[in-house]
């Protein structure tokens, strides 16, 4: 499992580039999804050939993670027929990220945020069975969800359904750094994985607890809120394009903080 993704939403046609980078920077855990809305997933699989045949790494040096997205979240470039049932469309989406990818499998398929905003509907249960499948032919090792509430989580436990690996949710300081979603995960030992942490959070990256820790580490600020993020057990996405960034991301992990430091940032906001 790694303990830090680069995720690949946004960058468009610096994609392929951006993710051979981040391989050759030493990340080893990538992100992405079936969504031309907003990532080229292609692309991604661009970049990793290139590092393949340049032996910067092995497919078996990698945890590869994609999302499965319903068409309200997707513009016209749809990966599956829109006519399809939600199973089917499950299938093709998946197909799709394989040939995309240039793998067999994947490490974690995710499904890209419920149906709702106010519940785990039919239509969840019906895609998340469907995932299920996928994984037990092999094409995911693990699932997830994402962009959900703690809502979601009890409704789709309650249900029956499998529980998910993975949580991905963007990470808010002003709501206790998803406090009450990350505490469900921690009880029922689902990793929880915390995006946007620096560009959701601009109060905190200009708070003074934050500058007097980074003066005291030599560190950034954003690395220290990465190593916060990795004591308080999630795992961190970075999409950052820029080099000398993606090193020092990476360079977190060598942070230390105490656990008074960890209290403090947990608190900051929320």
Same mark, same amino acid.
């Given at each position: 499992?790694?303990?830090?993704?680069?995720?690949? +939403?946004?960058?468009?046609?610096?994609?392929?580039?951006?993710?051979?980078?981040?391989?050759?920077?030493?990340?080893?855990?990538?992100?992405?999804?079936? %969504? =031309?809305?907003?990532?080229?997933? +292609?692309?991604?699989?661009?970049?990793?050939? &290139?590092?393949?045949?340049?032996?910067?790494?092995?497919?078996?040096?990698?945890?590869?993670?994609?999302?499965?997205?319903?068409?309200?979240?997707?513009?016209?470039?749809?990966?599956?027929?829109?006519?399809?049932?939600?199973?089917?469309?499950? $299938?093709?989406?998946?197909?799709?990220?394989?040939?995309?990818?240039? !793998?067999? *499998?994947?490490?974690?398929?995710?499904? *890209?945020?419920?149906?709702?905003?106010?519940?785990? !509907?039919?239509?969840?249960?019906?895609?998340?069975?469907?995932?299920?499948?996928?994984?037990?032919?092999?094409?995911? =090792?693990?699932?997830?969800?994402?962009?959900?509430?703690?809502?979601?989580?009890?409704?789709? !436990?309650?249900?029956?359904?499998?529980?998910?690996?993975?949580?991905?949710?963007?990470?808010?300081?002003?709501?206790?750094?998803?406090?009450?979603?990350? $505490?469900?995960?921690?009880?029922?030992?689902?990793?929880?994985?915390?995006?946007?942490?620096?560009? $959701?959070?601009?109060?905190?990256?200009? *708070?003074?607890?934050? &500058?007097?820790? +980074?003066?005291?580490?030599?560190?950034?600020? &954003?690395?220290?809120?990465?190593?916060?993020?990795?004591?308080?057990?999630?795992?961190?996405? !970075?999409?950052?394009?820029?080099?000398?960034?993606?090193? %020092?991301?990476?360079?977190?992990?060598?942070?230390?903080?105490? $656990?008074?430091?960890?209290?403090?940032?947990?608190?900051?906001?929320?």
């Amino acid at each position: 499992m790694q303990d830090f993704l680069y995720g690949t +939403a946004w960058k468009e046609d610096r994609t392929q580039a951006l993710t051979e980078l981040a391989l050759r920077t030493g990340f080893r855990g990538i992100d992405t999804a079936n %969504q =031309r809305r907003h990532y080229v997933e +292609a692309a991604v699989g661009q970049g990793l050939a &290139a590092a393949y045949r340049a032996g910067v790494v092995t497919r078996a040096d990698l945890f590869l993670q994609t999302k499965f997205t319903y068409q309200r979240g997707q513009d016209q470039r749809l990966p599956y027929d829109p006519k399809a049932n939600l199973a089917t469309q499950v $299938a093709q989406s998946m197909q799709s990220s394989l040939e995309h990818l240039g !793998t067999d *499998h994947v490490d974690s398929y995710v499904l *890209h945020g419920p149906a709702s905003g106010y519940g785990w !509907t039919d239509d969840d249960a019906d895609v998340w069975a469907a995932m299920v499948k996928e994984r037990d032919a092999g094409r995911t =090792r693990l699932l997830g969800v994402s962009n959900v509430g703690l809502h979601h989580l009890v409704q789709m !436990t309650a249900s029956g359904a499998e529980a998910p690996h993975f949580v991905q949710n963007r990470c808010f300081a002003r709501l206790g750094w998803d406090r009450d979603v990350r $505490a469900f995960c921690r009880e029922r030992n689902i990793v929880y994985q915390g995006f946007s942490l620096l560009t $959701a959070n601009p109060e905190v990256l200009g *708070h003074p607890l934050i &500058a007097s820790i +980074a003066s005291r580490s030599r560190a950034t600020r &954003a690395q220290v809120v990465f190593r916060f993020a990795q004591q308080v057990e999630m795992l961190p996405l !970075t999409g950052t394009s820029d080099a000398e960034h993606m090193k %020092q991301d990476l360079a977190s992990r060598d942070l230390t903080l105490s $656990a008074d430091e960890v209290r403090q940032i947990d608190s900051l906001a929320g």
